[in-house]
């Protein structure tokens, strides 16, 4: 077994279907975060970024039970999403750098990763926007009848904010083929879970509105992938909407300037001992996929390929002037380049 | 010709735009059994079945966002929000969302969805149900914003929003649903976004207005002894900055007449592309007729004094003409 090497989004995400490959999009995931850290600090990288370091594992299982052509809609810290998805690491590098080999052309940012073919639609910055969104890419899909389903990642702090009771209240009443994936991670922002949020379990919320609340272990991909896959076969069955929880942890603060300091002492350490890298490699040892010591060369390979990624991404040029005034409207510079979802 | 009323024209315009394209769908609160509360979507339901004819629950949040989803994967959403102050919820979904998705995406991603809402005042309904909010929306790149001013313009504005592959966002000055006029329907008939119409030439001065007061200015200037052109804007963003300027040209002077407060207006956006690009042009003053600076009140004595009425426009327009000084708003002096 061997890990695919392609620079297609779409491509790197059959390439999913592989667990050693599973393994290394993990991988990369944490070593892009890693690397767009140290960009930050080399000057590379404006405003902020949101780093999910730790939450590795529900972004490929996610990625990998799903298919290209369902839709998915994610917060800011998405850049493990769009990585898992397919998005290649230079689209992501290189839209955090502002550069046009950007996944939007340098236009979006770290908060606006985008790639149709892989069906993500542009990341929000607004907590609780995909929610809705992905309610309506699935009332899309089932007007289609193409058996398409609608995926929303978002965190625990979206729990609290009016779109997500909304969205789940519509989806429920609407039947919709829609999957809401909660991340929880324990931080909304800067704040803990328990200062926020009247219930431990977001999962609970669901009974609200009938439809099933699911919790998942995040640092566990298999774990993730299996819940993720009950939903998705429950909604292209037509049964509805399910919610499923991950519990899972950010190892950093909730963005570039915050050093988490809040967090009580330990915390950080118990998570930490259950990485879902570490968790995943053992796995594929026993399974005999990987070879002793596989996990520390996959991770020197992949470090490597990265750096490689990031002298392009700063050989790449920032977006001429015109990009400012294309794809305002359909008026606008540009042309129109419309993605059609779904051609049956 | 037959006499009919502004909100047939609604009707027949969302009828004629879902029977001509498959992917058109309707969401809203009361628009699919009720018929709607403004009884503009009455038997669409039967006609068109309630996988397109959709009653949603309060909840605009989910709605908007909903459509904006329906619409990036190939539905296009005619969203009616019942009354405009019912955005308020929703705005992000429709401000931050639908307008930058296309910009997003560099173009591969479009959000061609519609928001109809029955907006204004002159009817008792206070005052968070009475205003249009324009203001919310223009300015906001990625969104363009029409008012409608009767029948004819309601079927053709609402045609071409549909038919538009951007968000659109369609005000309908709800006093206008009971009236009636003179028109026959042409389902070919479109008033198209970003044109604005001179609906009466005048030689003293150009009226610039929209929505309900379209009307309004009709009257004054018909009843003015100055000669008066009135221009429709019908889209608000963006807006017809040549028809406008070529009629400053003509006239020489400049008068707004806005169902909006005057600190937030679009008649200052008007006034001061005028007198920036045809100062050389101006004989007075661009001058601005608005609501003054305060919500809608319910009083019927009070809600008739707030809005401008035609004798005020016929006065402060022959006040402009005649000695090339704007007048004072009636409110200075009452305030």
Redesign the interface.
Known sequence: MTISNSNSPLARREALQNRLDQLQRMVEIRGVENRIQKLFAEGHVRGSTHLANGQEAVSVGIARSIDPDD?V?CTYRGHGHALALGVTPAGVIGEICGRTIGC??G??GSM?L?E?SVGL??T?A?VG?G???????????R??KNGRV?LAIFGDGTANI??FH??L??AA??KLPVIFVCENNLYGEYSRINLTTPVEDIAVRAASYNMPGIIADGQDVDKVAQAIAGAVKRARRGEGPSLVEMKTYRYSGHSRSDPGTYRPAGELDAWMKRDPIAIFAERLTAEKLLAPGGLEQMQAETDEAIEQVVAEVLASPAPDLVELF?????QSP?????????RN | MAKIWTRQAVLRALDDAMSDDPTV?LMGEDVAEAGGPFKVTEGLLAKHGP?RV?D??I?E???????????????K?VVEIMFIEFLG?AL??LA??AA???????????TPLVVRASAGAGQGFGCQHSQMLDHWLRGT??L?LAVTSNARTTYGLLRSAIE???PVVVLEPRILYSEREEHEFDPAYRTPLGKAEIVRTGKDATLVTCGAMVRVAIEAAASSNASIEVIDLLTLWPWDRRTVLESIARTGRLVTLEEATASAGWGADVASTVASEAFGKLKAPPHRITLPDAPVPYSGVLEARYLPTPAYVTEQVAALVSTNKAPAPWWRSAA
């Open positions: 839709i809609t939007a052309g236009i979006g606006h985008v149709p639609l542009p929000a607004i926007a929610l809705p969104i992905a309610c309506g890419a699935a009332m899309a899909a007007a289609r609608a009016g779109a909304e969205a209240n519509f009443i609407q294309a794809h305002v409207s359909a540009g042309g129109d380049q419309r993605h059609s979802f779904w | 769908i996988e959709i949603t629950p909840s949040m989910a709605f908007m966002g909903v459509a904006v989803g329906a619409a990036v994967c190939g539905l959403p919820v992000d979904q931050t969302q930058t998705m296309r910009y997003l995406s560099r173009g591969r991603l479009t790149p990625g363009k538009d592959p951007d």
